[in-house]
């Protein structure tokens, strides 16, 4: 199965790296991990009127979009 690269935004990295090392980082980053082979996973929601896509993951959202083979993720939010 073909992998697509992810690009991050500077200030999606620092939001990242600002989310404590709990349980809730490191399934954020497992689910950005595997948007990398699926970047439509069943769970994610296209938002209307919005190039965007949302993906829950606890009490957080990666809001991202898929541009032509490369997903990007911007900010994971509360």
Same mark, same amino acid.
């Given at each position: 199965? *073909? %992998?697509? =690269?992810?690009?991050?935004? #500077?200030? #999606? =990295? %620092? *939001?990242?790296? +600002?989310?404590?090392? @709990?349980?809730?980082? $490191? #399934?954020?980053?497992?689910?950005? +991990?595997?948007?990398? @082979?699926?970047?439509?996973?069943?769970?994610? @929601?296209? $938002?209307?009127?919005?190039?965007?896509?949302?993906?829950?993951?606890? !009490?957080?959202?990666?809001?991202? +979009?898929?541009? =032509? =083979?490369?997903?990007?993720?911007? !900010?994971?939010? !509360?």
């Amino acid at each position: 199965m *073909e %992998k697509y =690269k992810l690009l991050f935004r #500077a200030s #999606a =990295k %620092k *939001e990242l790296r +600002d989310i404590p090392v @709990t349980k809730d980082r $490191l #399934a954020i980053i497992q689910r950005l +991990d595997g948007l990398s @082979t699926i970047p439509r996973p069943p769970s994610s @929601t296209k $938002l209307k009127g919005q190039p965007f896509y949302r993906l829950r993951c606890g !009490h957080y959202r990666i809001i991202y +979009d898929i541009d =032509k =083979k490369y997903p990007s993720h911007t !900010h994971p939010s !509360h």
